[in-house]
């Protein structure tokens, strides 16, 4: 099992910033990629940002793309969301994702809001 805390969240107004972080604990032995989803009210869960193990490879949703960057560490087992030029658009809750040997898991989320 793959526990995982996001940390960052909170309320900041349009244009601001947030880093949000994720640490991994438990069995994280040859865990691989890691992103962030995030979930709005009456809307399906959508990627924001992946990253594989290296790091040399990521991929963001159109939407986020020149203002969000993905990054991980893996000598301290986290990965983080910097989050630039906020819009209210990207109001929503935002999971930390990892995927380990095929299984998914999900961190417990956290509430960004983006409002004036």
């Known amino acids: 099992q793959v526990q995982l805390v996001e940390s960052g969240g909170g309320l900041v107004q349009p244009g601001g910033s947030l880093r949000l972080s994720c640490a991994a604990s438990g069995s994280i032995f040859r865990l691989n990629t890691m992103g962030w989803y995030r979930q709005a009210p009456g809307k399906q869960r959508e990627l924001v940002a992946v990253i594989t193990f290296s790091g040399g490879v990521t991929n963001y949703a159109d939407s986020v793309k020149g203002r969000f960057t993905i990054s991980r560490d893996n000598a301290k087992n986290t990965v983080s969301l910097q989050m630039n030029s906020l819009k209210p658009e990207d109001t929503a809750v935002y999971f930390c994702?990892?995927?380990?040997?095929?299984?998914?898991?999900w961190g417990q989320g956290t509430q960004v809001t983006v409002s004036s």
């Open positions: 994702h990892a995927l380990r040997m095929g299984a998914r898991y």
